[in-house]
């Protein structure tokens, strides 16, 4: 196990990178602390299967450097680094039975055969595949393959980290939350780091204790799901993370409030002050959970024609026109929604302001 | 459930019957009525039961051909498909190299078999011949005309340079199709090369090998044109084949009836090695037990 730093990391796939279009990867620094499970969020493209291969050396970045508990490893051949990696679609070697793909990663940095087995045993019955043992692995299901490949994974117990390619792609809607959960199970036993990449938020918010969102080959925000939900750092992460996404609005600043269109909307004091002196294009973020429906003619509410109203069972989505903009209201379910007119109202402490697509905060 | 019986239902399997009939059974019947009568003339035939195949059986000069010809085929299927493999495994992967490999590689199979016997024919002999000269320069007493070792050497290297290309462009094939993941995966877990090789190529290659194998065991079971332009079979008969032999048999000395026999048990033997090679493989790591 080990502290993971990245160091001014950029890669790029083209020989000669001109653009900044061209780096699949841009000056990305950023620690994995021991022993944390990560989750590495982005949209298809992001870089993030880039940055996981990089880090288990997999591919050599283009600059930048690599440490594993300060020990530089970039140049280092995976085989060399302490590292397990788990792929998209099962990788199992098919004419071995369960236990000896299990034992594999095991048997190739020479371990005895009596402390194999035991491992072996021991991880089979976290995923439980004790029953297979003996199997041969290429007759089993599509998930008992993943669970295989999961497992090569997990076996060596002193690896800097696990890292996880969008393992539960193809598997099946119910056993994916199964085995999500005993994955953090088993971070919670084996005490592994381990990183999960996915474009899925939920699978992401289930999974990791802190969420690393990435955005066009730079991480954008690195925090607990609470911080993604609340603060997001940058408008992809509210676009991205959330549904439906943060409401955002280009907007100018007016003497301590944000102006959208024609519509003044309030402020606190700090967020005004430092969105005063920011350069650059302002946008107001507010995400749909935090925008208020209050009673006509209530202090700074906003009068806004409604679009539609979509009850989606528990909750109720509100589509009302700011303007040229339109905003999206979540309120709960009983909440009465007089048509025609909303009154929008925008609480202070959930209003942020981005400058160039960046927080404020 | 009830049964419903309508005779008419053959004619949907009709058009199938017909098109074996003519593309196998009839001109397989023809053989077949050689097998069994001795015909003198037109109109003037007897039927002999299996009198022909009795003698061909027992045909000593036929025995050696058949023991020649085992040795042969599988001297070459031992060369051919390793190295096939290991052509494969070593050949560039991308760009403008591979392309090249590939078709310099497939050279050999593009080049008419009466040719090939001709190429090496001039290319093994001593006077002027490259290989001959060369080899006998060096010292070694080379001449494939006269020594029965030096003609079996020239006839077996002749067919690993034809045939081996098939080999290599079958598994270099079968290579492609193992995705990347396999061999990152491997990486992770630190296989060494020889690991790679023998638990992810081997095993995924299984399907284009047993295809290899069965082409190249049924073409060199059968081999004719190159072994008759470059020996004729000899020196005496020591590189007469199974088809080289039915040929004197049919076309030389006119034995219609034991040559039509030997058809039919030339044709069972490759048949019966086929489905063993077939069978065989397709067992191979599926019904060994866990160990």
Request: hydrophobic fraction near 45%.
């Amino acid at each position: 196990m080990a502290k993971i730093d990245l160091v001014e990391l950029s890669h790029a796939y083209t020989a000669n990178p001109q653009r900044r279009e061209d780096y699949a990867l841009h000056k990305l620094t950023m620690t994995w602390e021991d022993g944390g499970a990560y989750a590495l969020l982005g949209p298809s493209g992001c870089g993030k299967t880039t940055l996981l291969n990089i880090i288990s050396g997999l591919v050599k970045p283009s600059t930048g450097r690599v440490l594993f508990n300060g020990q530089d490893v970039t140049l280092l051949h995976p085989q060399q680094r302490n590292i397990a990696q788990v792929f998209q679609f099962p990788v199992i070697y098919d004419t071995m039975t369960v236990a000896d793909n299990l034992a594999f990663p095991l048997r190739n940095r020479g371990w005895g055969a009596a402390e194999t087995r035991k491992r072996v045993e021991e991880i089979a019955e976290i995923l439980e595949l004790t029953g297979d043992l003996k199997n041969r692995a290429s007759g089993l299901s599509a998930d008992a393959k993943q669970k295989i490949s999961m497992g090569r994974g997990l076996v060596r117990p002193d690896v800097a980290a696990v890292l996880f390619d969008e393992p539960l792609t193809t598997i099946d809607q119910h056993l994916k939350w199964t085995l999500r959960r005993k994955l953090k199970q088993i971070h919670a036993q084996l005490k592994l780091s381990l990183i999960y990449v996915t474009h899925d938020q939920v699978e992401a918010m289930t999974f990791a204790d802190k969420v690393v969102v990435m955005y066009g080959g730079e991480v954008v925000q690195l925090g607990s799901p609470q911080d993604l939900f609340e603060q997001p750092a940058h408008t992809f992460v509210g676009f991205f993370v959330g549904s439906p996404g943060m409401n955002l609005m280009p907007c100018r600043i007016e003497g301590g409030s944000a102006v959208v269109g024609e519509v003044r909307i309030p402020l606190d004091p700090g967020t005004a002050q430092r969105a005063g002196q920011a350069a650059g294009k302002l946008t107001l973020g507010i995400r749909p959970e935090f925008v208020e429906l209050a009673r006509p003619g209530a202090p700074d509410s906003v009068p806004s024609p409604i679009e539609r109203v979509e009850d989606l069972g528990n909750y109720k989505i509100v589509t009302a026109r700011l303007g040229e903009q339109v905003v999206m209201a979540k309120v709960s379910e009983d909440e009465a929604v007089s048509s025609g007119t909303a009154h929008l109202r925008f609480p202070p402490q959930w209003t942020r302001i981005y400058a160039d697509d960046r927080s404020l905060a | 459930m009830q049964k419903i019986q309508d005779n008419r239902a053959w004619l949907l399997v009709l058009p199938v019957f017909v098109t074996v009939a003519f593309s196998a059974i009839i001109p397989l019947m023809t053989v077949v009525n050689y097998s069994v009568q001795d015909i003198l003339g037109p109109d003037n035939r007897v039927f002999v039961g299996t009198e022909w195949f009795t003698e061909v059986l027992q045909d000593e000069d036929l025995h050696n051909a058949l023991v020649r010809q085992i040795m042969f085929s599988a001297m070459i299927l031992a060369i051919e498909i390793p190295l096939g493999i290991a052509i494969a495994r070593a050949l560039p992967v991308k760009g403008w190299r591979a392309s090249l490999s590939l078709v310099v590689l497939a050279l050999p199979l593009l080049i008419p078999w009466n040719v090939v016997g001709t190429i090496w024919q001039i290319f093994g002999r001593g006077d002027i011949g490259l290989a001959g000269y060369v080899v006998n320069a060096l010292g070694i007493d080379y001449n494939y005309t006269a020594d029965p070792l030096a003609a079996w050497i020239t006839v077996v290297v002749m067919d690993v340079w034809h045939w081996t290309p098939l080999v290599a462009l079958l598994a270099y094939a079968g290579l492609r199709a193992i995705p990347d993941a396999y061999y990152q995966a491997a990486q992770i877990d630190g296989a060494s090369t020889w690991a790679v090789f023998r638990y992810i190529q081997l095993p995924k290659l299984r399907g284009v090998l047993l295809i290899a194998l069965l082409l190249r065991f049924m073409d060199s079971f059968m081999i004719y044109t190159e072994p008759f332009v470059l020996t004729g079979g000899g020196p005496g008969n020591s590189t007469t084949f199974l088809s080289q032999y039915l040929a004197t048999l049919a076309v030389g000395q006119f034995d219609l009836g034991p040559a039509a026999a030997f058809s039919i048990i030339y044709f069972l033997i490759v048949l019966l090695f086929c489905f063993v090679f077939y069978t065989a493989l397709q067992n191979v790591g599926r019904s060994r037990p866990a160990s």
